[in-house]
T-cell receptor, first 113, second 115 residues
Framework: AQSVAQPEDQVNVAEGNPLTVKCTYS??????LFWYVQYPNRGLQFLLK??????LVKGSYGFEAEFNKSQTSFHLKKPSALVSDSALYFCAGTGAGSYQLTFGKGTKLSVIP | KAGVTQTPRYLIKTRGQQVTLSCSPI?????VSWYQQTPGQGLQFLFE???????NKGNFPGRFSGRQFSNSRSEMNVSTLELGDSALYLC??????????????FGPGTRLTVT
């Protein structure tokens, strides 16, 4: 069975500082990995994806994610956090032969002014 | 291009009733997936439809069912509602199914409250 873990329920970071939201995965074969963001009372919005190629993936709103196969991780990063980045972030993944996207539990990011 | 729409946005039902939720995907998207989101369990996959066929089903009881129409619109039905069915139900569409369809576009959700 495939699984995606987000070890931190909440991450607090000061505005202007770099942020990292952690994600690890366990899927069969080569993973397809995604990050989504959810603002209050809204659906999820796609941020970025890794399918193959460069380990550093760039996405929307200045976010990027680093794929590390040996550590089975796909951490979300941003060089300088904004207060407007405060939201719930979900990591998701799927493995070979799977039609199902598995989501992590989510990490609440709070950017403090 | 219009986004994914879900109706209704809010719903209050009593135990034992049944409910039908509707989802209209982005034009041109043939895959529709449904998820249940709760504070305790997070996002859980219900099922996916592609070209009117159920491609995959999550670990939910048979009270949860769905269908997809020829125009790709999808409905989800929950029969004999239980208090634990209270959740935000999210619909997501993508152009294709399978692993490549993982880039999904979500609707705003239907907030179901069972009393």
């Amino acid at each position: 069975a495939q699984s995606v873990a987000q070890p931190e329920d909440q991450v607090n970071v000061a505005e202007g500082n770099p942020l990292t939201v952690k994600c690890t995965y366990s899927v069969s074969g080569n993973p397809y990995l995604f990050w989504y963001v959810q603002y209050p009372n809204r659906g999820l919005q796609f941020l970025l994806k890794y399918i193959t190629g460069d380990n550093l993936v760039k996405g929307s709103y200045g976010f990027e994610a680093e794929f590390n196969k040996s550590q089975t991780s796909f951490h979300l990063k941003k060089p300088s956090a904004l207060v407007s980045d405060s939201a719930l972030y979900f990591c998701a993944g799927t493995g070979a032969g799977s039609y199902q996207l598995t989501f992590g539990k989510g990490t609440k990011l709070s950017v403090i002014p | 291009k219009a986004g994914v729409t879900q109706t209704p946005r809010y719903l209050i039902k009593t135990r034992g009733q049944q409910v039908t939720l509707s989802c209209s995907p982005i034009s041109g998207h043939r895959s529709v997936s449904w998820y249940q989101q709760t504070p305790g369990q997070g996002l859980q996959f219900l099922f996916e439809y592609f070209s009117e066929t159920q491609r995959n089903k999550g670990n939910f009881p048979g009270r949860f069912s769905g269908r997809q129409f020829s125009n790709s619109r999808s409905e989800m039905n929950v029969s004999t509602l239980e208090l634990g069915d209270s959740a935000l139900y999210l619909c997501a569409s993508s152009r294709i199914s399978g692993r490549q369809g993982g880039e999904q576009y979500f609707g705003p959700g239907t907030r179901l409250t069972v009393t």
